[in-house]
């Protein structure tokens, strides 16, 4: 069994900054992706921001430049910073990891439970 917990969304002005943060335990042998992505509702889940373990970054076009992700291995956990926000920022984020379960090592994929991030005009 493997859970993530999110936090840090919330209500912020447009040009104003959020950190979102994730952090997963139980059945984890090794993570090897871990990423961000956002949904409203009705639309499809969308990949914002993602790392490997070995610390190699992608990001949508939208967020180049404004969002950075990182990860601390040691502590499971992934982290965005947001700056610049731009009212169309404004949707549920969605923290994933895809892993080696301790498990028999096989792999495996979760998802946090969301965390809504509202950026104000």
């Known amino acids: 069994q493997v859970q993530l917990v999110e936090s840090g969304g919330g209500l912020v002005q447009a040009g104003g900054s959020l950190r979102l943060s994730c952090r997963a335990s139980?059945?984890?042998?090794?993570?090897?992706?871990m990423g961000w992505y956002r949904q409203s509702p009705g639309d499809q889940r969308d990949v914002v921001a993602s790392?490997?373990?070995?610390?190699?970054?992608d990001y949508a076009d939208s967020v180049k430049g404004r969002f950075t992700i990182s990860r601390v291995n040691a502590e499971n956990t992934v982290y965005l910073q947001m700056t610049s926000l731009k009212p169309e920022d404004s949707d549920r984020y969605y923290c994933?990891?895809?892993?080696?379960?301790?498990?028999?090592?096989?792999?495996?994929?979760?998802w946090g439970q969301g965390t809504q991030v509202t950026v104000s005009s």
């Open positions: 790392i490997t373990s070995g610390g190699t970054t």
């Open positions: 994933n990891i895809r892993y080696i379960s301790t498990r028999g090592r096989l792999p495996g994929s979760s």
């Open positions: 139980g059945t984890i042998f090794s993570i090897q992706n």
